[in-house]
């Protein structure tokens, strides 16, 4: 009889362990615009009202900062807002910097949007929204080296602008009109993003792959490779370096 109740005392304490690290859902105010800094993961989906839900490794809660300001929702760690702060270290022999967060610290953020119309990724994490996205016009900014997934975009005009060593992936959708500029070494697959206008302003050595069924302009400086499908004229302005734009089957 002692030992059954040592083993149900024993579950019980397991249970409300377990119960009290799972992260709480955070309500939060109307929001069309988001602002992931680095060192967040971060995965987006649709539903009917705004939440985020916080998951964190080797970093204390209250470093991590997400509320929102406006119409923006902002998620980052205390001094990574924008980069993440260095430290100046001294050896006896000779001082160097090192980031104030390394490695090991890893925070991913679960959010509910009911209305996207603005994304901002910094850093070189993850970011995933698992939802059709639904704008008038849908802005993408993304700084750095991350990996941006978005599954499904429907809107009147996609503004991407691209800095780093980004890659970017839009699986599925609509987006009549599309402005690209990308600056770096950023890989853009939206071949399967139907649209009419497309216009590419290229700066280094990206990779597109786009689809157009009326018009696609190409301006760009370096080793840009672009290749699309569907019937749209290409329209050259200047070009400068060694460019590769040409029609290809889907794949």
Not at 19 to 30: D, E, G, I, N, R
Not at 147 to 169: C, F, H, M, Q
Not at 194 to 220: E, F, H, M, W
Request: glycine share 6%; hydrophobic share 35%.
């Amino acid at each position: 009889m002692n030992a059954l109740l040592k083993t149900i005392a024993l579950v019980c304490v397991i249970a409300t362990t377990a119960l009290a690290q799972t992260p709480a859902v955070k309500s939060l105010p109307s929001f069309d615009k988001v602002i992931v800094s680095p060192m967040v993961r971060l995965v987006l989906v649709a539903g009917d009202a705004e939440s985020a839900r916080l998951e964190y490794e080797n970093i204390a809660p209250d470093k991590v900062n997400c509320y929102v300001d406006g119409n923006t929702l902002r998620i980052f760690l205390d001094d990574a807002k924008i980069t993440v702060k260095q430290r100046r270290y001294d050896d006896g022999h000779s001082s160097y910097k090192e980031p104030i967060y390394d490695k090991s610290v890893k925070v991913t953020a679960y959010v509910t949007y009911r209305q996207l119309n603005e994304l901002e990724i910094r850093g070189e994490e993850e970011a995933t929204c698992q939802s059709e996205i639904k704008a008038d016009v849908f802005r993408l900014r993304v700084y750095g080296q991350a990996n941006v997934t978005l599954s499904s975009l429907k809107t009147d005009r996609l503004i991407a602008s691209v800095y780093g060593e980004n890659r970017i992936t839009i699986q599925s959708g609509q987006a009549t009109e599309q402005t690209y500029r990308v600056y770096g070494e950023s890989e853009i697959d939206a071949e399967n993003l139907i649209g009419q206008n497309v216009s590419t302003s290229l700066y280094g050595d990206s990779k597109l792959r786009l689809y157009a069924s009326n018009r696609i302009g190409v301006t760009a400086f370096g080793e840009s490779d672009v290749k699309y499908t569907g019937d749209a004229h290409v329209d050259k302005g200047l070009v400068i370096g060694d460019v590769t734009i040409r029609k290809v089957r889907p794949e």
